[in-house]
Nanobody, 123 residues
Framework: VQLQACGGGLVQAGGSLRLSCVASGRTFGSYPMGWFRQAPEKEREFVAFVGTTNSDTAYADSVKGRFTISRDNAKKTVYLQMDNLKPEDTAVYYC?????????????????WGQGTQLTVSS
């Protein structure tokens, strides 16, 4: 599977934005998916996870209650709805397909990554 993330941009604090990650390939629905982010001079970190169905999700504590991950297998797309954005959410956001049965918050569990999309939240 190949992934392409889009939807980033510049938004004011308190605003909302939705990121999309479009996949190519026949087997998208078989892969759990994750979103990660990397802020300047920081390591990439876990943001959100969705299993093969929308009934299985997980979030980083820093975004819980503000971000919602979902997927549409028919459209081969995973979304990240981000509400009540904060300046500290500024980062490049990456989607990834989970290839192993390892920890869902660990980058090493993910085998294919999108190219990243920049989110900037102004105060």
């Amino acid at each position: 599977v190949q992934l392409q993330a889009c939807g980033g941009g510049l938004v004011q604090a308190g605003g909302s934005l939705r990121l999309s990650c479009v996949a190519s390939g026949r087997t998208f629905g078989s892969y759990p998916m994750g979103w990660f982010r990397q802020a300047p001079e920081k390591e990439r970190e876990f943001v959100a996870f969705v299993g093969t169905t929308n009934s299985d999700t997980a979030y980083a504590d820093s975004v819980k209650g503000r971000f919602t991950i979902s997927r549409d297998n028919a459209k081969k797309t995973v979304y990240l709805q981000m509400d009540n954005l904060k300046p500290e959410d500024t980062a490049v956001y990456y989607c990834a397909a989970m290839y192993s049965s390892g920890a869902l918050r660990s980058q090493t569990s993910y085998g294919t990554w999108g190219q990243g999309t920049q989110l900037t939240v102004s105060s």
